[in-house]
Nanobody, 119 residues
């Protein structure tokens, strides 16, 4: 299984970025997909998740109203649209997949993509 993130970069506060995660080696449409992030010196935290069909989503409070997760099962890809970025959003963003929606454990992880937001 491979999860490959792309789209990270350096932006100014208030800007937008769109992350993509291309999945291979798994039946994509049967996996819950999510994004987590890890800032320097902090623990990894779940940012958002989306159900198999895209009908259910979860957002951490600190991104509600700014970030949007979506998926295209035909392309085996999950996206994270990040708007109104803040310096506190600076982190490595990881794509993840899990087979059970009620599991706290993610089965697969990508290598991460750096997002840096300058003030």
């Amino acid at each position: 299984v491979q999860l490959v993130e792309s789209g990270g970069g350096l932006v100014q506060a208030g800007a937008s970025l769109r992350l993509s995660c291309a999945a291979s080696g798994l039946t994509f449409s049967t996996y819950v997909m999510g994004w987590s992030r890890q800032a320097p010196g902090k623990e990894r935290e779940v940012v958002t998740a989306i159900s198999w069909s895209g009908g259910r989503t979860y957002y951490a409070d600190f991104v509600k109203g700014r970030f949007t997760i979506s998926r295209d099962n035909a392309k085996n890809t999950v996206y994270l649209q990040m708007n109104r970025l803040k310096p506190d959003d600076t982190a490595v963003y990881y794509c993840a997949a899990k087979g059970a929606i009620d599991s706290e454990n993610w089965d697969y992880w990508g290598q991460g993509t750096q997002v840096t937001v300058s003030s």
